[in-house]
């Protein structure tokens, strides 16, 4: 399966989900929908015991969500006078989907953190099962309050889970971003291999040798264990909404976009 920004490719009872996007390895709509559609494939086939996330263009896994995407977005909610409480929670997108199938699913997902990987695209690995970096000089985390907002696809729910409220609540308070050692200091990454792809590959090969229904359900007792609060996720979507029509967020969203401000500038 290629369908553009996502392809996924099978050997044996490994499949691979490829990232591309010409446009600096960056997550839109198009890679939002395709991923749901791969996510749902390999879910539905048993055959398939493990799964590696990686990024096709060197140096980036998903860079972060485009924000010529989100500035739009933004100025037109903002425009309409949108407002947002948890009265009425916004439901889940495409990206919530995927996530959401990624970690119900029987099937393992090892992300391949082959480069950079922010916002939406560390949001990503954050909800596969094992994360592997690769060395070089590369950027993880979750900056978007340096634009006014907040992760919004699951990072404040899931980052804690795996590091802790005092250094979930460091990351996402300051911006600040990780090396591949500090990801895997953090306990975030398993360790920092010299070709990311490859390791993961071979893990994933070595764990699709294992029982089938043992390993599934250890999966799913260990992400119950680790459950997210029942209505984390749609009060994170909401407060998410809730930020992006305030004018702050529309003016750093716009020059981000207009390419006037990286997504780790400080406002």
Do not use: W
Not at 75 to 103: N, Q, W, Y
Not at 160 to 166: A, E, H, I, T, W
């Amino acid at each position: 399966m290629a369908t553009g920004h996502v392809e996924l490719t099978r050997q044996g009872p490994v499949a691979e989900i490829t990232f591309h996007n010409p446009d600096e390895g960056l997550m839109d709509r198009a890679m939002e929908s395709q991923l749901v559609e791969a996510v749902a494939q390999i879910d539905a086939d048993p055959g398939v015991r493990a799964c590696v996330l990686s990024g096709g263009a060197p140096g980036v896994f998903i860079r972060h969500y485009d924000l010529k995407v989100l500035a739009p977005q933004s100025a037109s909610m903002a425009a309409r006078d949108m407002r947002f409480s948890m009265e009425r929670p916004v439901r889940e997108g495409p990206i919530h989907v995927a996530l959401r199938t990624i970690e119900q699913s029987e099937t393992i997902f090892i992300a391949a953190l082959n480069g950079t990987a922010m916002g939406g695209g560390f949001e990503v690995a954050l909800a596969c099962d094992l994360r592997i970096v690769g060395s070089g000089p590369y950027e993880f985390g979750l900056p978007e309050i340096n634009l006014g907002i907040l992760p919004g696809a699951g990072g404040t729910q899931r980052l804690p889970q795996l590091v802790g409220q005092s250094r979930a609540l460091q990351m996402t308070l300051t911006g600040d971003t990780l090396s591949p050692a500090q990801m895997v200091d953090f306990g975030l990454a398993l360790n920092v291999a010299e070709d990311a792809r490859d390791a993961a590959k071979a893990l994933a090969r070595r764990m699709a040798g294992k029982p089938a229904r043992a390993a599934a359900h250890i999966k799913s007792l260990i992400r119950v264990a680790h459950a997210a609060e029942s209505d984390g996720p749609a009060r994170e979507r909401t407060l998410f909404a809730d930020l992006m029509v305030q004018p702050e967020a529309t003016r750093l969203l716009g020059e981000g976009a207009s390419g006037s401000r990286r997504i780790t500038d400080e406002p």
